[in-house]
């Protein structure tokens, strides 16, 4: 079991950034497979990105290939996601998420997800 904390929302014009974190409890946290999800108004909650917890390698959805970066500290039990030149677009609430698999190294679909964080709003201003 692990509790997932998400922080760093906020309210930012274009082309602006933020760094959303999730803080992490649990069971060894370099043993979850996390990633980052998005739902907007309206919409179906969407993959974001991943990091993969054997390679470190990092997996994103089209839309923000190049302008989010996701990372991880283990020693601190914490998942980072950078958002750079933000757009409309990116206006969602952001979840932080993590498979109970133990084989699982990345979480890229809904269905693979066993723990959730809470949320946090990303507001974009044109």
């Known amino acids: 079991q692990v509790q997932l904390v998400e922080s760093g929302g906020g309210l930012v014009q274009a082309g602006g950034s933020l760094r959303l974190s999730c803080a992490a409890s649990?069971?060894?946290?370099?043993?979850?497979?996390m990633g980052w999800f998005r739902q907007a108004p309206g919409k179906e909650r969407e993959f974001v990105a991943t990091i993969s917890r054997i390679s470190g390698s990092t997996y994103y959805t089209d839309s923000v290939k190049g302008r989010f970066t996701i990372s991880r500290d283990n020693a601190k039990n914490t998942l980072y996601l950078q958002l750079n030149s933000l757009k409309p677009e990116d206006t969602a609430v952001y979840y932080c998420?993590?498979?109970?698999?133990?084989?699982?190294?990345?979480?890229?679909?809904?269905?693979?997800?066993?723990?959730w964080g809470q949320g946090t709003q990303v507001t974009v201003s044109s």
């Open positions: 998420a993590a498979s109970g698999q133990s084989t699982k190294v990345i979480v890229t679909t809904i269905s693979q997800v066993d723990y």
């Open positions: 649990g069971r060894t946290f370099s043993s979850y497979a």
